[in-house]
């Protein structure tokens, strides 16, 4: 009891309001005002094309073959769960491509229901076929498991764990993020109380004309954002090779030397590039 009391102070206290739902405020902002939009559009066959095949691989088709049965043998192998697994996948995806904004994560309520069909399908081939199915699993996961755990991507944590060794070593260290947004992890991996300046991606809340948020405000004019926040002139610069063309020279005249790079991914595909970049200042 006392607990909801507070939770109503304070809701009234900081938000200014007598009551919150929240399943409104989610259904308001992402679907009715299409606030969702703002962290990126993608076509309506996306989840199919782009969304599923890397999630799943091969289980995508074996998970099609658990409806291959006979009437006969329907009420031996699941047919109903089948069916309702089935229908929820569908109805999932169907909802989830509505959506202008979609990413892989939006589909993790599935992959149980895809695992089950995959392993029905297994289950009902011959021995020597599942040890088939199986090794073909194998060779299309394990690759990309350890591509994906040891070297796509893998930048942000370098950096972050770069930082935090210096953090130890010198007790006050900061740092500025030219970077697009959510691009690192920050106290959750450094634990040390460093100064960091990045930039924000905020939705247009208050729905003004030509909104441009911080972080693409910044890639739109790195050299212009790097001399409003080197006033302080910040211990190290974290930026992606997408901007060195840019601002390599800038940081140069201010007396930022390149520290590290580390490999962020083998093609690149984003507004970060292939490397990400620590710059430290000289006489430091």
């Known amino acids: 009891m006392w607990s909801l009391i507070l939770v109503r102070l304070s809701t009234i ?3 200014q309001t007598w009551i919150i739902v929240s399943q409104w405020n989610f259904l308001k902002f992402n679907v009715i005002e299409d606030g969702a939009s703002h962290f990126g559009r993608h076509h309506s066959l996306w989840y199919l094309i782009e969304g599923l095949p890397p999630l799943f691989g091969p289980m995508i088709v074996m998970s099609m073959m658990s409806f291959k049965t006979s009437r006969k043998t329907m009420d031996l192998d699941f047919g109903y769960e089948r069916l309702v697994f089935g229908a929820t996948i569908i109805f999932a995806l169907l909802i989830y491509s509505v959506q202008p904004h979609k990413e892989h994560r939006f589909l ?14 297994c289950f009902k081939l011959r021995k020597k076929k599942q040890n088939r199915i199986i090794a073909l699993t194998l060779c299309f996961n394990i690759p990309l498991g350890l591509y994906f755990c ?3 991507q893998r930048a942000p944590l370098d950096v972050v764990k770069y930082l935090a060794e210096e953090a130890k070593l010198t007790g006050s260290i900061s740092a500025l993020f030219l970077l697009p947004c959510h691009s690192t992890p920050m106290f959750s991996h450094i634990h040390y109380p460093i100064e960091v300046k990045y930039f924000t991606c905020l939705p247009n809340l208050n729905y003004n004309r030509n909104y441009v948020n911080e972080a693409d405000g910044m890639l739109l004019d790195p ?3 790097i001399k409003k926040n080197l006033f302080r002139k910040p211990t190290y610069v974290i930026a992606g090779t997408y901007l060195q063309n840019k601002i390599a020279q800038v940081l140069k005249n201010y007396g930022y030397i390149r520290k590290h790079r580390y490999l962020h991914h083998l093609i690149s ?11 430290k200042l000289n006489n430091i």
Do not use: K, Q
């Open 13 to 15: 206290f900081l938000v």
């Open 150 to 152: 040891f070297i796509h």
């Open 269 to 279: 595909v984003d507004r970060v590039g292939n490397f990400i970049d620590v710059y």
């Open 223 to 225: 050299v212009g954002a």
């Open 108 to 121: 993790l309520p599935i992959v149980p229901f895809i695992s089950f069909l995959a392993a029905i399908a």
